[in-house]
Nanobody
Framework: QVQLVESGGGLVQAGGSLRLSCVAS????????MGWFRQKPGKEREFVAAIRWPAVSTLYHDSVKGRFTISRDFAKNPVYLQMNSLKPEDTAVYYC??????????????????????WGQGTQVTVSS
């Protein structure tokens, strides 16, 4: 069974940095995407960033380009979301998710939350002004 566990959230001042981690277990797919999404109070869940494995490629929402970096060093290590130059509007619950690629789901649709099969429990990020 696939399980995702996020960590690294917290309270930070505007302009500061945080690094989120997502540890995945039970993955057996040969090719998959790992995504980060966030949900602000009263809003729908929105895409933040995604990474494809093992043919590494990354995808970002325009609002975080140049500030956030998604990465993964080795197949069994966590997926990280390095968040720099944080703004109060980045405040949200951040979720890690994963989906298989090549089973009716492509890398090109990796910004769509409905495409993802498994989700973590979320970690709160609060950016104070």
């Amino acid at each position: 069974q696939v399980q995702l566990v996020e960590s690294g959230g917290g309270l930070v001042q505007a302009g500061g940095s945080l690094r989120l981690s997502c540890v995945a277990s039970g993955l057996t797919w040969g090719s998959y995407a790992m995504g980060w999404f966030r949900q602000k109070p009263g809003k729908e869940r929105e895409f933040v960033a995604a990474i494809r494995w093992p043919a590494v490629s990354t995808l970002y929402h325009d609002s975080v380009k140049g500030r956030f970096t998604i990465s993964r060093d080795f197949a069994k290590n966590p997926v990280y979301l390095q968040m720099n130059s944080l703004k109060p509007e980045d405040t949200a619950v951040y979720y890690c998710a994963t989906k298989a690629l090549g089973y009716g789901s492509s890398w090109g649709t990796s910004s769509a939350s409905r495409e993802y099969d498994y989700w973590g429990q979320g970690t709160q990020v609060t950016v104070s002004s």
